[in-house]
């Protein structure tokens, strides 16, 4: 029973491994965003608070306006 539980451990693990990889890897290739830095994000909005402010303001100066309204037509 002991030798069952070291193989799937030793096993497992990198199975496990192999198929978190694959998942995330499918993941990018298929365009799927995740939030801007994740936990960098987070360290640097504690740690360096002027580095997570610049970075906000250059994701909010690089956002696109919403198009204005058609012109109504003339009848």
Do not use: C, N
């Not at 029973?1 to 694959?22: C, F, K, R």
């Not at 909005?45 to 002027?50: K, L, M, N, S």
Request: without cysteine; charged residues 20%.
């Amino acid at each position: 029973m002991d030798i069952l539980a070291v193989l799937a451990a030793v096993l497992g693990v990198p199975a496990l491994l192999a198929g978190l990889w694959y998942w995330t890897s499918r993941q990018s290739k298929r365009g799927v965003r995740r939030a801007a830095g994740g936990m960098l994000g987070i360290a640097d909005e504690i740690f360096r608070p002027e580095t997570h402010q610049a970075h906000q303001i250059q994701k909010i100066q690089q956002e696109l306006p919403a198009p204005a309204p058609a012109p109504k037509p003339k009848r």
